[in-house]
């Protein structure tokens, strides 16, 4: 699986557009989209700007998802 974080919804947004499948997962003020893009699966958040909200949403990831890789 591969994590995709953007900091504002302009950057998850093509993403989004081109994920297929997608389902919703909501965890306090944050959904993560998981699906598949280009035949990969893939979970995609919207994290909003700054270090320690990028931070946490990462170990997030790291700890729900089991990503090989992170964007």
Do not use: H, R
Request: net charge positive; hydrophobic share 45%; charged share 20%.
């Amino acid at each position: 699986m591969i994590a995709i974080i953007g900091a504002m919804e302009d950057e998850i947004k093509e993403f989004l557009n081109q994920t297929k499948n997608i389902q919703k997962i909501v965890w306090k003020d944050f959904i993560f989209y998981q699906g598949q893009l280009q035949n990969k699966n893939v979970v995609i958040v919207k994290c909003g700007v700054g270090k320690i909200l990028a931070s946490m949403l990462t170990q997030k990831l790291i700890s729900d998802f089991n990503p090989t890789k992170i964007i």
